[in-house]
């Protein structure tokens, strides 16, 4: 059982319900946080099924997705990409209902991590009684969407650097501090739509100016809004 109130209306969703209605979910629910160690094994794998209402209370997650397609040819080919969930935050809430119910990504607890979860099937019996909760589902849901369709929206791009950038920005939408793709040259390049030598021009520059760390088959922005912002 949760005793620390204080750290419950902190949590995103649970901002601005008052203490009273608290213990009274607190009470029906049952609520218990779960404390996991750092371990390289996933906690979450993407394409799980999203059954439940999950936050992370304290502690950061490893985040990782895996877009793949098929070539002609037949072999996979893609890329993948990581980022650091930070507490307090809740996961893929955008995945509780609709069409596709599966996580987007897969997770790892980075650190120890403290986490509560709510059974999707309470969610309409108990927390959408409250104005507040479902004030709160209402515009994280829209800044979700929004997050998403600004980073979708067309503009002009001229150089090869600037359609990196915009491609950079569509993989993290309204991600924060260090981030990672995993992707062959030849992939970025088709993706930006320019030739291997030219992309692999500008990811060096950006290395040796500090904004990234190169490597073979990868490359990771230690500010991602930095970058983004020049």
């Not at 601005?16 to 009470?27: A, R, V």
């Not at 996979?76 to 307090?88: D, M, Y």
């Not at 501090?177 to 390049?189: C, Q, T």
């Amino acid at each position: 059982m949760i005793n620390d109130y204080a750290l419950l209306t902190r949590l995103p969703l649970l901002q601005g319900i008052s203490s009273t209605e608290l213990l009274h979910l607190e009470d029906v629910l049952r609520l218990d946080i779960d404390e996991l160690p750092a371990s390289r094994l996933p906690i979450i794998r993407q394409g799980d099924l999203c059954t439940q209402l999950l936050w992370l209370v304290e502690g950061e997650l490893l985040r990782e997705h895996q877009s793949v397609h098929l070539s002609f040819g037949g072999d996979g080919e893609g890329f993948t990409t990581r980022s650091t969930l930070k507490a307090p935050a809740v996961i893929e809430v955008d995945r509780l209902f609709g069409l596709h119910t599966t996580y987007e990504h897969t997770y790892r607890a980075k650190t120890d991590v403290k986490m509560l979860s709510i059974r999707k099937s309470l969610i309409n019996s108990y927390l959408m009684k409250s104005e507040v909760f479902r004030l709160n589902m209402l515009n994280t849901l829209s800044a979700i969407s929004q997050k998403r369709a600004l980073a979708q929206l067309p503009v002009q791009l001229g150089t090869a650097e600037e359609r990196l950038r915009h491609f950079i920005s569509t993989l993290f939408p309204g991600c924060e501090g260090e981030v990672e793709i995993v992707i062959k040259m030849k992939e970025l390049a088709k993706y930006i739509g320019d030739s291997r030598l030219i992309t692999s021009r500008i990811l060096n520059r950006w290395d040796k100016e500090g904004s990234i760390r190169l490597g073979r088959g990868h490359f990771a922005i230690f500010d991602i809004n930095t970058l983004l912002s020049i």
